[in-house]
T-cell receptor, first 119, second 113 residues
Framework: GAVVSQHPSWVICKSGTSVKIECRSLDFQATTMFWYRQFPKQSLMLMATSNEGSKATYEQGVEKDKFLINHASLTLSTLTVTSAHPEDSSFYIC???????????????FGPGTRLTVL | KQEVTQIPAALSVPEGENLVLNCSFTDSAIYNLQWFRQDPGKGLTSLLLIQSSQREQTSGRLNASLDKSSGRSTLYIAASQPGDSATYLCAVPPPSGTYKYIFGTGTRLKVLA
């Protein structure tokens, strides 16, 4: 149980185009979803947190208009990289949690990641 | 501001060795600590979750300990195998108690056959 999928697993696009990445919780309802970014040989950096039906909360330094997040249902969140540039090339990972607060038993289930390459 | 550090950054060992990975965090007011495994180009797999009230958790050949007072956690891997080769990450929630994780820098492990 607790499977999270991402689509696509990899994408190559031209500079200036927009790319949408989907994150789905397959067998549970995710109250909260998280989007992370990972550069080669570096750790994960949280970009934003989204709750179903409300606006995403972005981390400091993350451009809201650049990285559009929509959490339309309890099983789907999307990240759209708008007007992508080569510096946006990265590995994007989502995670989902049934919790929404500070419960010590909350855990995050991670997706397999999406590798974005912008030419 | 919570900072999480992992030592060593990289480790290469022969098959069969027992090994210890270290994770240090600056603020001991954590709710839990989680160890993950990441294979190259892949997402994360949760290995062990230790609650703040616990001192250790075991799963198969893996044992994770937590010492909040000293701000440390260790992941012990017994009888390492080539299939254990991966990057191991530890993560903690920030002291404010929100549910987002702060990840360590990771340890890249290579087990040689």
């Amino acid at each position: 149980g607790a499977v999270v999928s991402q689509h696509p697993s990899w994408v190559i696009c031209k500079s200036g185009t927009s790319v949408k990445i989907e994150c789905r919780s397959l067998d549970f309802q995710a109250t909260t979803m998280f989007w992370y970014r990972q550069f080669p040989k570096q750790s994960l950096m949280l970009m934003a947190t989204s709750n179903e039906g409300s606006k995403a909360t972005y981390e400091q330094g993350v451009e809201k208009d650049k990285f559009l997040i929509n959490h339309a249902s309890l099983t789907l969140s999307t990240l759209t990289v708008t007007s992508a540039h080569p510096e946006d090339s990265s590995f994007y990972i989502c995670s989902a949690s049934t919790g929404q607060g500070i419960s010590s038993t909350d855990t995050q289930y991670f997706g397999p990641g999406t590798r974005l390459t912008v030419l | 501001k919570q900072e999480v550090t992992q030592i060593p950054a990289a480790l290469s060992v022969p098959e069969g060795e027992n090994l210890v990975l270290n994770c240090s965090f600056t603020d001991s007011a954590i709710y839990n600590l989680q160890w993950f495994r990441q294979d190259p180009g892949k997402g994360l797999t949760s290995l062990l979750l230790i609650q703040s009230s616990q001192r250790e958790q075991t799963s198969g050949r893996l044992n994770a300990s937590l010492d909040k007072s000293s701000g440390r956690s260790t992941l012990y891997i017994a009888a390492s195998q080539p299939g254990d080769s991966a990057t191991y990450l530890c993560a903690v929630p920030p002291p404010s108690g929100t549910y987002k994780y702060i990840f360590g820098t990771g340890t890249r492990l290579k087990v040689l056959a």
